[in-house]
């Protein structure tokens, strides 16, 4: 990326273009604009996770400030509404940190809010992340009144001792109450499992597939425990599964799922027919979003040029400045060189790839910017393409990083 402004670190120092900055010319030209999504960000959690380095704050003694995090919200989406004059929103994602800390109140009156500010599509998906605390699942019935039409619940293990080694702060019980309750208010919901936990063997992985699929969700993400840095896990790491263990491990989720008859369309996602998380398939189709909120990642087109956008992540200091009427810390533009990477890290992501002409449509970049590298992914037997569409073949999915790797920008 090549930063057009120095990333703010000082909030006087807050960047705020207008709507002309975005719209000059430049060398990219994008004949349409991809759909629109929007991610909100819900930062607090009752505690945080050893594991996770999501920008989440343990909400301690504190109450949450819900209403002038509302506000904040708010005033951002007004800030913003510039560079997204006239676009019609295909999805919305609220996510954490631990939304469904929010009351259903306060969910009812941002998704209103949204709604008096932005044209939806009729169907438009609107998702909301919940974990299975006791409180949060009294609530789900509530948040589908709001507005909300699909549930995700971070239920991650259905084992009582490998939910204790994650420091998660719900039990067995408590999961298979919340996603049962998610069944009955949502007609779509989605289960955040993790896998190679420590001390996690197969065994026990096939008993959590098992009791998860039992519940008949119509969506499941799957991750693999990553030890990200500057966790308390970085700092004390447990001791993990063998990479052959994992990989074992993901080759049994896949076959359990698939006997279930969900499809892993994406490299951690499993759906029914008919319910692909459309918030999702946004952005592994190089869609554009407007991130909202502590810490929120945006990304924009313009006919000339793609940007990025990250908001201050402090939520302190984001409701702060977002109530003062700046709270974008960076703002810039993907260089022209970078966007065939940025393109094909998220699209070969998908079981089903892209089509060519999207990548003209989402890039601005003729095909021949690719041209030379899907040669030589095909060479390697990583890609299967015909003239419209372009799929990672089975070996190039089980070598997706390899594969990636060759849409690099080269070495200055
Ligand atoms: C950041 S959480 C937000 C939703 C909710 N707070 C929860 O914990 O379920 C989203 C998902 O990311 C996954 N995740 C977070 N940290 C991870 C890690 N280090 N390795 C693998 N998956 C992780 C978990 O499955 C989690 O459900
Ligand atoms: S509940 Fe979710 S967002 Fe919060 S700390 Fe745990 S994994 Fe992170």
């Known amino acids: 990326m090549i930063p057009i402004t120095p990333a703010a670190t000082e909030p006087d120092q807050a960047m705020q273009h207008d709507i002309q900055h975005y719209m000059r010319p430049g060398t990219l030209q994008l004949t349409a ?101 006791t409180f949060e699942k009294d609530r789900f019935k509530a948040f589908r009144s709001a507005g909300v039409t699909r549930l995700s619940v971070g239920v991650q293990s259905f084992n009582d001792d490998y939910l204790k080694t994650l420091g998660r702060v719900h039990d067995r019980a408590q999961a298979l109450a919340a996603v049962q309750e998610a069944a009955q208010a949502f007609d779509t919901f989605n289960l955040d499992i993790m896998y190679a936990l420590p001390g996690q063997t197969l065994a026990d992985l096939k008993q959590d597939m098992a009791t998860a699929l039992a519940l008949a969700p119509t969506h499941i993400s799957i991750y693999q425990l990553t030890i990200e840095p500057n966790t308390y896990f970085a700092k004390f790491p447990p001791v993990m599964p063998e990479d052959d263990t994992a990989y074992e491990m993901l080759d049994l989720v896949t076959d359990m799922t698939a006997a279930a008859g969900l499809y892993r369309y994406e490299v951690s996602a499993y759906a029914r027919d008919g319910h692909r998380c459309v918030h999702n398939l946004n952005y592994w189709q190089f869609g554009d979003y407007l991130g909202l909120g502590a810490g929120a990642h945006s990304k924009l087109s313009f006919a000339h040029r793609v940007m990025r956008q990250v908001r201050f992540r402090e939520p302190r ?84 990083n390899d594969l990636q790797a060759l849409f690099l920008p080269p070495h200055p």
Not at 88 to 103: D, E, K, N, Q
Not at 318 to 336: F, I, N, P, T
Not at 368 to 385: H, S
Request: hydrophobic content about 40%.
């Open 317 to 400: 200091l984001y409701m702060e400045q977002a109530l003062a009427g700046h709270c974008v810390a960076q703002d810039e533009e993907v260089g022209r060189a970078d966007l065939p990477f940025e393109f094909m890290l998220n699209a070969l992501r998908l079981k089903d790839g892209f089509a060519l002409k999207q990548f003209g449509e989402r890039t601005g970049l003729p095909i021949t910017a690719i041209q030379k590298a899907l040669d030589e992914a095909e060479r390697k037997g990583l890609i299967e393409r015909d003239f419209s569409r372009v799929k990672p073949s089975v070996r190039g999915y089980d070598f997706l």
């Open 33 to 133: 604009l991809p759909p629109l999504s929007l991610y909100i960000h819900l930062p607090w959690c009752l505690k945080k996770c050893p594991y996770c380095d999501f920008n989440s704050h343990e909400m301690r003694a504190a109450e949450l400030p819900e209403q002038r995090y509302l506000d904040a919200l708010m005033a951002d989406l007004e800030a913003s509404l510039p560079l997204i004059w006239g676009r019609t929103v295909h999805s919305i994602f609220i996510g954490g940190g631990t939304p469904s800390l929010f009351s259903p109140e306060s969910i009812d009156w941002l998704l209103s809010g949204i709604r008096a500010r932005l044209k939806l599509e009729p169907n438009c998906e609107i998702t909301l992340e919940a974990n299975p605390g």
